[in-house]
């Protein structure tokens, strides 16, 4: 079975950074894929970045130029560097994990997640 545990999250000024990680742990044959989501109140979740396995990575118009997904594959980690924070980025960060525990049988797992309010 494959956990993930979220951290990172806090309150920040309109403009500040904050760096989110989620680690991986159990049985992990290989990973796939990770991202970074987010779901503010009343909205739907969003994918806000991924990366791939080859190193490939994609972003959400809103975040590009401004958040940084990065993985540290020998760590099983995932993280998001955010800079130039929005009010509108505020919402829960849910990171997502896709691979295999066994080279047959895949997984697909998410965090807990992880509050980001970005406040004055």
């Known amino acids: 079975q494959v956990q993930l545990v979220e951290s990172g999250g806090g309150l920040v000024q309109p403009g500040g950074s904050l760096r989110l990680s989620c680690a991986a742990s159990?049985?992990?044959?290989?990973?796939?894929?990770m991202g970074w989501y987010r779901q503010a109140s009343g909205k739907q979740r969003e994918l806000v970045a991924g990366i791939i396995s080859g190193g490939s990575t994609n972003y959400a118009d809103s975040v590009k130029g401004r958040f940084t997904i990065s993985s540290d594959n020998a760590k099983n980690t995932v993280y998001l560097q955010m800079n130039s924070l929005k009010p509108e980025d505020t919402a829960v960060y849910y990171c997502?994990?896709?691979?295999?525990?066994?080279?047959?049988?895949?997984?697909?797992?998410w965090g807990q997640g992880t509050l980001v309010t970005v406040s004055s």
């Open positions: 997502r994990f896709r691979g295999y525990t066994t080279p047959s049988r895949s997984f697909e797992v």
């Open positions: 159990g049985s992990i044959f290989s990973i796939n894929a």
